[in-house]
């Protein structure tokens, strides 16, 4: 029996783990759940799933449910704490993050100090402090498996070469990794990006995810920070990682060796796949997704980004550059651009002037960002970054 505990339950990366999970059958049982504010569908899970603990983060969620808890399950309070205490259950098997942003630090955190295996679809905190908490899994003996579909594809063209700690010591052996990305909705786009509305950035042409990291996406953000994620969880320098734009996602990404061989993690676009795998590692179960065909895939296609058009991801590949705090001080200026891009604040183009401004009057560091460093970037920035927001400023910002 394998006890899994899922935070951010009703998001798409909750709701698909919660499908796989409902598949497996009896020999994986679910824990403990926390949503944000999606009520319904949250009393849905909890009825159906029965775990012994949950938790909503709003505090009006709280009160709306309270009373429609079922008999078995308790209801945490709506605060971090109450995340930190799921993750760090002794009787928890594999805890599963999919919450969205900076919220996923501390919980993610205490599911190390707790020696957890980590299923990590919340890429945020290892944008903010991958290298230490890289060392802190080391420390606990706790692992992280990737659950976004390309981190995921690289941990699976690793399996079996190194221990489960995160693969730190094949750096040497690797000779790139070929980081794919779909383009997002506006790959092949001519016209001007200034016009983008939220509506036309959502409508991602391959994937279906959350709002925050569907406009990530279409900004190629998304990209920057997985490519930070993997440099982190695999000990890799920036000049090895190679990001690639493939339309067709039907490459999920790939790991060349020195020797010239290269592996590829290759299936049709369903974020079932990567999930799966993080629950059952190291095993792997028959699943639901549609099998390829490769007659009907017939052409597959690369393409170098275009860093001019989409400045978000050049700005996240300085900051990993330049490390110390900086990286946190990106994840948390795009979180505040991307909230208000989607509140039709500012323009989509003002997103990549937004965190550039932030970023521009970050202090600087030096050496690798400590935990308690990390956060405080996190909440200077988003302060920053508000302020920018109020006095209109980041439009002064050259890209």
Not at 217 to 244: D, H, R, W, Y
Request: aromatic share 6%; net charge neutral; charged share 20%.
């Amino acid at each position: 029996m394998k006890n899994i505990v899922i935070l951010g339950s009703t998001g798409s990366i909750g709701t698909s783990a919660l499908d796989v999970i409902a598949r497996l059958g009896k020999d994986y049982r679910v824990m403990a759940l926390s949503a944000n504010s999606n009520t319904e569908l949250f009393l849905k899970q909890l009825h159906s799933f029965r775990p012994r603990f949950a938790a909503v983060m709003s505090p009006e969620s709280y009160e709306k449910i309270k009373d429609q808890i079922p008999e078995g399950t308790r209801l945490l309070p709506p605060e971090i704490e109450s995340l930190m205490f799921m993750a760090s259950l002794p009787t928890a098997d594999l805890i599963i993050s999919g919450v969205v942003g900076a919220v996923g630090f501390q919980p993610l955190v205490s599911a190390i100090k707790a020696g957890k295996t980590i299923a990590l679809a919340n890429k945020e905190p290892m944008v903010m402090a991958g290298k230490t908490l890289m060392k802190e899994c080391e420390r606990w003996e706790a692992a992280i498996i990737p659950v976004d579909s390309e981190p995921s594809a690289i941990f699976q063209c690793l399996a079996g070469m190194a221990d489960e700690h995160g693969y730190q010591k094949l750096s040497s052996e690797i000779s790139r990794v070929f980081l794919t990305a779909s383009g997002g909705p506006f790959a092949k786009r001519k016209t001007s990006l200034s016009t983008v509305t939220p509506a036309e950035a959502l409508n991602h042409p391959r994937w279906k995810m959350g709002k925050k990291i569907t406009v990530d996406s279409a900004t190629l953000m998304n990209k920057g920070f997985e490519a930070i994620e993997i440099m982190n969880l695999f000990n890799l320098p920036e000049e090895k990682v190679q990001i690639v734009i493939h339309p067709q996602s039907i490459v999920h990404s790939a790991v060349e060796f020195n020797d010239g061989a290269i592996l590829a993690q290759m299936g049709e676009p369903d974020m079932r796949v990567p999930i799966q795998y993080a629950i059952t590692y190291p095993l792997r179960a028959a699943g639901p997704v549609k099998k390829l065909n490769l007659f009907e895939a017939a052409k597959l296609e690369f393409f170098e980004p275009d860093l001019t058009r989409f400045p978000c991801l050049d700005l996240a590949l300085a900051a990993a550059r330049k490390g110390g705090i900086l990286p946190a001080v990106l994840s948390a200026a795009d979180e505040t651009a991307v909230d208000a891009f989607l509140k039709e604040e500012i323009k989509f183009t003002d997103i990549p002037k937004l965190i550039y401004t932030v970023l521009k009057s970050a202090p600087q560091t030096s050496g690798e960002a400590t935990l308690n460093q990390a956060q405080e970037a996190d909440r200077w920035a988003r302060e920053a970054a508000a302020a920018c927001l109020k006095e209109k400023s980041y439009k002064t910002a050259v890209i």
